[in-house]
């Protein structure tokens, strides 16, 4: 592979300057009354210049997390995605607190930049409603992980796509800033062989290298990094890769359940499978376990997916 090697820590630690969001003034034109707080990121360049979906959401669950009452912190959130982001203009996330209870706090946060039209004040790009909670003590169950191979004898993005000069290929191998290792065949380039008949999906998933980062900033993370790879049991069932030709997806919706909150720094196994694809849209269905084979967290997400001419 062609291009500037990268630095693992520096694009790591890109990360957690992205998810950052700073504080700015509330602007009046748009606050409601339950506004309380407005914050502003920036946009990590992507190929083909759009804005990935799991940083918008990442920042979201930043932005939110800085308005609710100490020790309170995420077990829900749902996203909506309205629109394609621009990344030439900064995202500004006006934060709506609909309730604080004994133990809960509930949240809503809209995206949004600035219209493409003089008409056009303000576009909205994503809108997320959030739920935390205090920790708390109760019944427990939970399903394991199944078993898998350990990340570490199995092939890093940069290693499967070695020797491939495309500014895709060299934007996942080497600036991509979580680790993503396939337990079952990685399909950037080809389908996977057997199709139908692999209905489930696992990768191992980390920081690329070790961040320092508050609590907040790793369930921002376990965001960013859940909306990598939803579409790939989709393809998988479909018989197709992320080069079919003709290929066009989009999130639609998306949304986490923590069940317990983990380290992003260590390796997480994300067990995915596609239930249904119909009307142009597909859905997948996640569950993230840790090292130990505790169930972390459960992910859902719908797209937009078609295929140009196929028949």
């Given at each position: 592979?062609?291009?500037?090697?990268?630095?693992?820590?520096?694009?790591?630690?890109?990360?957690?300057?992205?998810?950052?969001?700073?504080?700015?003034?509330?602007?009046?034109?748009?606050?409601?009354?339950?506004?309380?707080?407005?914050?502003?990121?920036?946009?990590?360049?992507?190929?083909?210049?759009?804005?990935?979906?799991?940083?918008?959401?990442?920042?979201?669950?930043?932005?939110?997390?800085?308005?609710?009452?100490?020790?309170?912190?995420?077990?829900?959130?749902?996203?909506?995605?309205?629109?394609?982001?621009?990344?030439?203009?900064?995202?500004r996330f006006q934060v709506d607190a609909l309730r604080?209870?004994?133990?809960?706090?509930?949240?809503?946060?809209?995206?949004?930049?600035?219209?493409?039209?003089?008409?056009?004040?303000?576009?909205?790009?994503?809108?997320?409603?959030?739920?935390?909670?205090?920790?708390?003590?109760?019944?427990?169950?939970?399903?394991?992980?199944?078993?898998?191979?350990?990340?570490?004898?199995?092939?890093?993005?940069?290693?499967?796509?070695?020797?491939?000069?495309?500014?895709?290929?060299?934007?996942?191998?080497?600036?991509?800033?979580?680790?993503?290792?396939?337990?079952?065949?990685?399909?950037?380039?080809?389908?996977?062989?057997?199709?139908?008949?692999?209905?489930?999906?696992?990768?191992?998933?980390?920081?690329?290298?070790?961040?320092?980062?508050?609590?907040?900033?790793?369930?921002?993370?376990?965001?960013?990094?859940?909306?990598?790879?939803?579409?790939?049991?989709?393809?998988?069932?479909?018989?197709?890769?992320?080069?079919?030709?003709?290929?066009?997806?989009?999130?639609?919706?998306?949304?986490?359940?923590?069940?317990?909150?983990?380290?992003?720094?260590?390796?997480?196994?994300?067990?995915?499978?596609?239930?249904?694809?119909?009307?142009g849209r597909g859905l997948t269905h996640g569950q993230?376990?840790?090292?130990?084979?505790?169930?972390?967290?459960?992910?859902?997400?719908?797209?937009?997916?078609?295929?140009?001419?196929?028949?």
């Open positions: 592979m062609t291009g500037t090697p990268c630095d693992p820590a520096a694009v790591a630690a890109g990360l957690i300057d992205l998810l950052d969001v700073r504080e700015i003034v509330v602007d009046p034109a748009f606050a409601t009354p339950a506004t309380v707080a407005a914050y502003e990121a920036d946009s990590s360049p992507q190929p083909g210049g759009h804005v990935f979906g799991g940083q918008v959401m990442g920042q979201a669950v930043a932005a939110v997390g800085r308005t609710v009452p100490e020790g309170r912190r995420i077990h829900s959130m749902y996203s909506y995605f309205l629109a394609p982001g621009d990344p030439r203009h900064p995202i604080d209870g004994n133990s809960f706090s509930v949240r809503r946060v809209l995206a949004t930049q600035p219209g493409r039209t003089p008409e056009e004040a303000e576009r909205t790009i994503l809108a997320m409603t959030a739920s935390f909670q205090e920790q708390q003590d109760g019944l427990e169950h939970q399903e394991r992980a199944p078993d898998a191979p350990d990340p570490e004898g199995l092939p890093t993005t940069a290693q499967v796509l070695d020797g491939i000069d495309h500014p895709v290929a060299r934007y996942w191998a080497t600036q991509r800033p979580i680790d993503i290792r396939h337990v079952t065949d990685p399909i950037y380039l080809r389908p996977d062989p057997a199709s139908d008949a692999a209905d489930t999906q696992m990768v191992w998933m980390r920081t690329l290298a070790p961040v320092e980062a508050d609590p907040l900033l790793h369930d921002a993370i376990l965001a960013f990094a859940s909306d990598y790879t939803p579409f790939e049991p989709i393809l998988r069932r479909q018989g197709l890769s992320w080069m079919t030709p003709g290929l066009r997806m989009a999130t639609i919706d998306h949304a986490i359940w923590w069940h317990r909150h983990v380290d992003a720094n260590e390796w997480l196994l994300y067990v995915q499978r596609s239930p249904s694809a119909a009307g993230v376990f840790d090292r130990a084979g505790d169930l972390v967290a459960t992910v859902t997400q719908e797209g937009m997916i078609r295929v140009k001419d196929r028949t």
